[in-house]
Nanobody
């Protein structure tokens, strides 16, 4: 059973930091592109960041809205992808999802196949 489980969300003040984790089971995350997405009720889902499979060089992409503040990384030994979120803003508040797809070189508009359940991030003073 292929699963992705997000964790690390919570309540943080503006300017604070959180690190989200996306743990994979049932497949080797290393072979997949992994994307982070977020969604606010009433708004469309937004691609945040992605990291390509190791075979595709592990390249990364970021939405303009998070560039310079968020960093995506992979720990192959733990079969986990992380999203380090710094300088958080209230507009970053959303449910954050990770997703996986077997592709070469990730983009945020790819049709990701496997999705986690999401973790809530709330940025509020």
């Amino acid at each position: 059973q292929l699963q992705l489980v997000e964790s690390g969300g919570g309540l943080v003040q503006p300017g604070g930091s959180l690190r989200l984790s996306c743990a994979a089971s049932g497949f080797t995350l290393n072979f997949f592109n992994i994307g982070w997405f977020r969604q606010v009720p009433g708004k469309e889902r937004e691609g945040v960041s992605c990291i390509s499979s190791s075979g595709s060089g592990g390249s990364t992409n970021y939405a303009d809205s998070v560039k310079g503040r968020f960093t995506i990384s992979r720990d192959n030994a733990k079969n986990t992808v992380y999203l380090q979120m710094n300088s958080l803003k209230p507009e970053d508040t959303a449910v954050y999802y990770c997703a996986a797809v077997l592709r070469g070189y990730c983009t945020l508009d790819q049709a990701y196949t496997y999705w986690g359940q999401g973790t809530q991030v709330t940025v509020s003073s």
